[in-house]
């Protein structure tokens, strides 16, 4: 069995005329994924880590987008949450994806936060901050259908006051159970 295969048609086909074939992170990574338990891909930069946490989640949510936030990305670099959204704009195209993505940083525009409210994204690209902003606000509703967590670079805030705020916050007592993705 190919490790393309625990996508849908649509979703293998796109990534075999993409794509040479699955990377090492990649090949490692989705049975992990697939297999809804927390997962952690270790590997260097540039190795297919974000893509490979990103395009499961993608395939499961193409079959009914605009049915409020499910995946939600959680990265300590403001400007690489900017080249998550840029890159996942390629395999969304690819798919004649119908999911939507928001990036929700501190520099979002009140109008744009309303907005989101209003009408929750598929896919959510935010930093530490922000989540807990959503957390302690009106946004901690829209957080209640997430079902998939990618947290990218997470050694940058394990071990300081932001990755303690995020723990607490984010899964602390009472806090939903959530299957993680967890590139670093």
Do not use: C
């Amino acid at each position: 069995m190919s490790v393309l295969d625990l996508f849908s048609p649509v979703t293998r086909e796109w990534f075999e005329r993409a794509f040479a074939g699955p990377t090492p992170a990649q090949e490692a990574g989705w049975p992990a994924i697939a297999s809804g338990e927390h997962t952690l891909i270790q590997a260097p930069t540039g190795s297919g880590k974000t893509l490979a946490a990103f395009l499961y989640g993608i395939d499961r949510l193409n079959e009914a987008p605009g049915e409020g936030l499910r995946l939600l990305y959680v990265s300590p670099l403001k400007a690489l949450n900017y080249d998550v959204e840029r890159n996942l704009r390629g395999p969304l195209a690819g798919l004649q994806s119908a999911l939507t993505v928001a990036v929700r940083t501190g520099d979002t525009p009140q109008k744009e936060r309303a907005a989101m409210l209003r009408r929750p994204p598929d896919i959510l690209i935010t930093t530490p901050e922000s989540l807990f902003l959503l957390l302690t606000s009106q946004g901690r509703d829209m957080l209640g259908s997430v079902r998939t967590l990618i947290l990218d670079e997470v050694h940058a805030v394990a071990g300081t006051k932001r990755g303690a705020h995020l723990a607490l916050r984010a899964f602390g007592p009472g806090s939903r159970s959530v299957r993680g993705i967890v590139p670093v």
